[in-house]
T-cell receptor, first 112, second 117 residues
Framework: RKEVEQDPGPFNVPEGATVAFNCTYS??????FFWYRQDCRKEPKLLMS???SGNEDGRFTAQLNRASQYISLLIRDSKLSDSATYLC?????????????FGQGTILTVHP | NAGVMQNPRHLVRRRGQEARLRCSPM?????VYWYRQLPEEGLKFMVY????????ESGMPKERFSAEFPKEGPSILRIQQVVRGDSAAYFC???????????????FGPGTRLLVL
């Protein structure tokens, strides 16, 4: 079983749509959680951290359920510029805190 | 403030040659991380370094791969005797190193795309 699992998609949605991505992680000792986005195999960029209480940043809302080991990302009012691969990322206690574990990514395409 | 710099951006090597990938962290950052992204796969952690120290190399292949972050100059990821399976994008990230060790946001460089013929 992969440490971080995501539905690879692709998700094809029209502008203005609401879309949700899910992610599960296998290591219950995981400490920190993030969503990154990656455009056309460029470098990953931090979209937002995910907190237990849930958090929102503009059109983006992230949720964490530690009991189910489940993370979600909701994008409201999708824009063409939201088209990218969304990476679920987990940091677990291990040899060090430096290791980030990435999911394979969910591809989102927003069309006019 | 320049971001994380990596060079070269593209590198072509023949099987058996050596590949050297360089990473200059963001200004003021003293922690460096290397990740590899194979075609159609997610990023995989390779190694975490501070100046002159390897903190975590749990993701490094046992043979042919080495990394360093000297007191002066960029971090280097070195791959000896490359094989076709080494073809991938290699991303470097850095963090300030002022917070709890390793528990900081990592900022990624543009990557080096290695192609082994």
């Amino acid at each position: 079983r992969k440490e971080v699992e995501q539905d690879p998609g692709p998700f094809n949605v029209p502008e203005g749509a609401t879309v949700a991505f899910n992610c599960t992680y296998s290591n219950s000792a995981s400490q920190s959680f993030f969503w990154y986005r990656q455009d056309c195999r460029k470098e990953p960029k931090l979209l937002m951290s995910v907190y237990s209480s849930g958090n929102e940043d503009g059109r983006f809302t992230a949720q964490l359920n530690r009991a189910s080991q489940y993370i979600s990302l909701l994008i409201r009012d999708s824009k063409l510029s939201d088209s990218a691969t969304y990476l679920c990322v987990v940091r677990a206690v291990g040899t060090s805190y430096g290791k980030l574990t990435f999911g394979q990514g969910t591809i989102l395409t927003v069309h006019p | 403030n320049a971001g994380v710099m990596q060079n070269p951006r593209h590198l072509v090597r023949r099987r058996g040659q050596e590949a050297r990938l360089r990473c200059s962290p963001m200004k003021g950052h003293s922690h460096v991380y290397w990740y590899r992204q194979l075609p159609e796969e997610g990023l995989k952690f390779m190694v975490y370094l501070q100046k002159e120290n390897i903190i975590d190399e749990s993701g490094m292949p046992k043979e042919r791969f080495s990394a360093e972050f000297p007191k002066e100059g960029p971090s280097i990821l070195r791959i000896q005797q490359v094989v076709r399976g080494d073809s991938a994008a290699y991303f470097c990230a850095s963090s300030p190193g002022r917070g709890k060790e390793g528990q900081e946001t990592q900022y990624f460089g543009p990557g080096t795309r290695l192609l082994v013929l």
